[in-house]
């Protein structure tokens, strides 16, 4: 139990580092805005909409939806992109350049009972794949549990997101086959 613990621990260190430096610790570092994506003619008679949302929120939604987003803050910038099938399933791709200049990608994929989080940098790359209710339950319990405090990254964090409907590419729901996924235990 303390082992699977301690996992736990070290792999939300891992991803909390990486949401603290899209996010920053400063209030007055953030400043969102909205990017907007190139269309193709089948889309340009569709209109984008301006929302706040993340990829929980956009996975559960019963719309298939295209969305893109950018963060600039202290610790670096990111530019992101969300998808959504509007029947459970999402992806969320981010390219994040930190003030050091370093730069990676970091993926979310949320299926139906599922959720797979990989990153790849110039070193590799790293993949852990949990349930969905557990996921869940442990950021209610997290967030219940601790203060609000600027200085946390929150893995709930809603996004100013341009959105826009789109006909859906099933390939992006599918996983990578380049990347191993670690199964995280069940709490």
Excluded at 36 to 49: G, L
Aim: with cysteine.
């Amino acid at each position: 139990m303390v082992k699977k613990l301690i996992i736990l621990v070290v792999v939300l260190a891992a991803l909390g580092a990486g949401a603290y430096i899209l996010f920053g610790n400063s209030k007055n570092d953030e400043k969102a805005a909205t990017t907007s994506t190139s269309t193709t003619k089948e889309q340009e008679t569709k209109t984008s909409t301006s929302e706040n949302g993340n990829i929980y929120s956009l996975a559960d939604g019963d719309k298939a939806r295209k969305c893109t987003f950018s963060y600039a803050g202290s610790q670096g910038t990111s530019v992101g992109k969300m998808y959504s099938d509007g029947k459970g399933n999402g992806l969320m791709t981010i390219e994040v350049t930190t003030s050091k200049g370093t730069t990676s990608t970091s993926n979310t994929l949320v299926l139906t009972d599922k959720v797979y989080g990989w990153t790849k940098t110039d070193k590799g790359s790293v993949g852990f794949v949990y349930d969905k209710s557990a996921l869940t339950s442990k950021t209610n319990t997290t967030n219940s549990s601790s203060s609000s405090s600027n200085s946390t990254a929150n893995p709930d964090k809603d996004f100013k997101l341009s959105c826009q409907s789109w006909n859906v590419d099933e390939s992006l729901f599918v996983l990578p086959t380049d990347v191993h996924f670690t199964s995280l235990p069940n709490y």
